[in-house]
């Protein structure tokens, strides 16, 4: 099963063509497209952690869920089953996990092995990574032609987590959702959730739901997010679905899905304040009391400057709206023994506070690349078609949309990484990186004005100001454009490389065994 642990029994060099990083969502899309579009390479999956699933799997805070369509959120290939657009969490991961198992991938994978070394030889065309095992902290070695992060840009090990002052005077349990305690019981207790961003709106309604529901649920928010209710269900899928084979019916609702989500964003960016209009109204509908959407729902930046939040069935509205939760806008200036004191002289008591103050970016799963034994500074290098990275040879990233489901432009790089193999085979060439034709104006990576992107996006390589360097957030465009692209134009071979010899169509080996 794709749950069990399994490693190479010896800590000897492993040697594969490709190397992805990551087996969650990403990663086992990776793998599908690699053992499908190019069978002749061999492959692996290194995931640091003991299970599959990546965020599905760390994050276990109550009512952890999608904030993107299940149907476009997952695989093209894989129809979604489930009739809930919104998924929560432990469905996605069976979702993963079933996935690796139905095409083999789940034996591709080598859990507890985290890459924390990665040196490109332009020489001999060859990755040579050094794998550690977290629990025991032994190393072995891997090489490989080609690597793949498929780990995105969150540190899961430290997120964001402000100190505030007094936190050890609270007489309460202070819980953060990305470590949220096994056996942890929420039931009758007064909870605040600081933040306001998918986590907080996420965690608000569903410590309200069944015997072990909390007394009272506040959401302290210190600027308000733009929140839209969404169906719980998609009730056109479900006709598409009655009516067409399984798989036709999800590359129907799919480009619907697709259609729909683009077509709203482009909405927001061209006529904000018509879409403030929209949002703000729709809100009040469910809350009935356009003074507390004034006052709570209603940002002071554009509709998609950052992300924007979705909540099945409004559910965070109609607890609001029961009475069972509230919303407070202020900031904290510490904490208490009874509970969180307010710039504005307000105590709010609390039995539990849970700090809901974000993720903080990691480029690519912590790897820090080095080519011939010297670092690569990657925030003086661009990225190409949102996937490879000049100046470094045979690497690739899985980076998703910040305005769709992150799966759509993960499968479109997939593909790139794919075609790129290929052309380098027919090429003959060892080792190639993109190489701009001309100077590039440089863009920050993610152009979201969240916090959580602005603390951290200058350590990212940049983006430029033209294609194939931009990295849109547009998948009708990218999926038109992404794989015509001309490599022979922008991808160059790597001067000292040589010829990869068979290495190059090798079969998974232990040398040294």
Not at 8 to 20: G, I, K, R, W
Not at 174 to 183: I, L, N
Not at 424 to 434: F, I, Q, S, T, Y
Request: proline share 6%; with cysteine.
């Amino acid at each position: 099963m794709s749950t069990s642990p399994t490693a190479p029994a010896d800590p000897v060099t492993e040697h594969v063509d490709v190397v992805v990083v990551g087996a969650g969502l990403s990663g086992v899309g990776a793998a599908y497209r690699l053992q499908t579009e190019r069978p002749e390479l061999s492959y692996v999956v290194l995931e640091g952690r003991e299970r599959m699933g990546g965020t599905w799997d760390l994050f276990r805070y109550p009512g952890v869920r999608s904030d993107s369509d299940m149907y476009t959120l997952g695989y093209s290939f894989k129809p979604w089953r489930d009739g809930r657009s919104l998924a929560d969490g432990a469905s996605i991961l069976d979702y993963i996990r079933e996935t690796a198992d139905e095409f083999g991938i789940a034996e591709r994978v080598r859990y507890s092995s985290k890459v924390v070394g990665a040196d490109f030889d332009t020489a001999a065309g060859l990755w040579t990574l050094t794998v550690e095992d977290p629990r025991s902290g032994e190393r072995r070695t891997t090489t490989c032609r080609f690597l793949y992060s498929c780990a995105g840009y969150y540190d899961y090990d430290d997120p964001h987590s402000p100190e505030f002052v007094g936190q050890e005077d609270f007489a309460g349990q202070v819980v953060h959702p990305q470590f949220w305690p096994e056996d942890f019981d929420h039931a009758g207790k007064r909870v605040v959730v600081i933040g306001s961003g998918a986590t907080a709106v996420t965690l608000v309604p569903s410590m309200l739901k069944g015997d072990g529901a909390a007394a009272h649920v506040t959401m302290l928010q210190r600027t308000p997010t733009w929140i839209s209710a969404v169906p719980s269900r998609d009730k056109k899928a479900e006709r598409i679905k009655a009516l067409l084979p399984e798989g036709p019916a999800h590359h129907v609702v799919r480009a619907k899905n697709i259609a729909f989500s683009t077509a709203f964003y482009q909405f927001c960016r061209r006529r904000p304040a018509t879409a403030r209009k929209l949002l703000t109204g729709l809100a009040t509908k469910v809350l009935g009391d356009p003074q507390l959407v004034a006052d709570h729902f209603t940002p002071p930046y554009d509709p998609w400057d950052q992300r924007l939040c979705a909540i099945p069935s409004g559910d965070l509205f109609r607890a609001i709206k029961a009475g069972d939760a509230d919303v407070v806008t202020d900031h904290v200036e510490r904490f208490v023994p009874e509970g969180v004191l307010l710039r504005s002289g307000e105590v709010l008591e609390a039995d539990v506070i849970v700090t809901a103050t974000g993720l903080r970016l990691l480029a690519f799963g912590g790897i820090e690349p080095h080519v011939d034994g010297e670092r690569v500074e990657l925030s003086e290098q661009f990225v190409w078609n949102g996937a490879m990275i000049t100046g470094v040879p045979n690497f690739a990233v899985c980076i998703g949309y910040t305005n769709a489901s992150w799966t759509l432009r993960a499968d479109l790089t997939h593909r790139l990484v794919c075609k790129v193999l290929g052309w380098m085979d027919r090429r003959g060439h060892a080792a190639v990186a993109p190489r701009p034709n001309g100077d590039l104006e440089p863009q920050p990576l993610l152009d979201l004005a969240a916090g959580y992107v602005q603390r951290s996006i200058g350590a990212f390589p940049r983006q430029g100001d033209r294609r194939p360097w931009q990295v849109r957030q547009n998948y009708v465009l990218d999926s038109l454009t992404t794989l015509r692209t001309d490599l022979d134009k922008t991808l160059a071979p790597v001067t000292g490389a040589t010829d990869a010899g068979d290495r190059r169509h090798g079969e998974l080996v232990e040398v040294g065994a």
